[in-house]
């Protein structure tokens, strides 16, 4: 069983930076594919950005790509989401996602086997 817990989410103005954390539980953390959805009002839940279980391969949604970052600490259990030149658009819950088997990166919801509670992030115009 491994929890995931978000923090770093806030309201900040189009332009700005913001890093979501996502802390761990458990040991086997460095097994693990990691991944970033988001959710906004009304619509379904969105693939973000994806980390390998030893950080040597990210992924990205189009929507996002050259302006956010997926990294990795395996040796403090977390996962991050560097956002930056945020535009209202970005605004949602952010979630972090868990997948204990695999070696590549994913995208889809059902690959993923734990799921954080969110964080909300939201981008003013």
């Known amino acids: 069983q491994v929890q995931l817990v978000e923090s770093g989410g806030g309201l900040v103005q189009a332009g700005a930076s913001l890093r979501l954390s996502c802390a761990a539980s458990?040991?086997?953390?460095?097994?693990?594919?990691m991944g970033w959805f988001r959710q906004a009002p009304g619509k379904e839940r969105e693939f973000v950005a994806a980390?390998?279980?030893?950080?040597?391969?990210?992924y990205y949604a189009d929507s996002v790509k050259g302006r956010f970052t997926i990294s990795r600490d395996n040796a403090k259990n977390t996962v991050y989401l560097q956002m930056n030149s945020l535009k209202a658009e970005d605004t949602a819950v952010y979630y972090c996602?868990?997948?204990?088997?695999?070696?590549?990166?994913?995208?889809?919801?059902?690959?993923?086997?734990?799921w954080g509670q969110g964080t909300q992030v939201t981008v003013s115009s």
């Open positions: 996602a868990a997948r204990l088997i695999g070696g590549s990166y994913y995208s889809k919801l059902d690959e993923y086997d734990y």
């Open positions: 458990g040991r086997t953390f460095s097994r693990y594919a």
């Open positions: 980390i390998t279980w030893n950080g040597a391969n990210t």
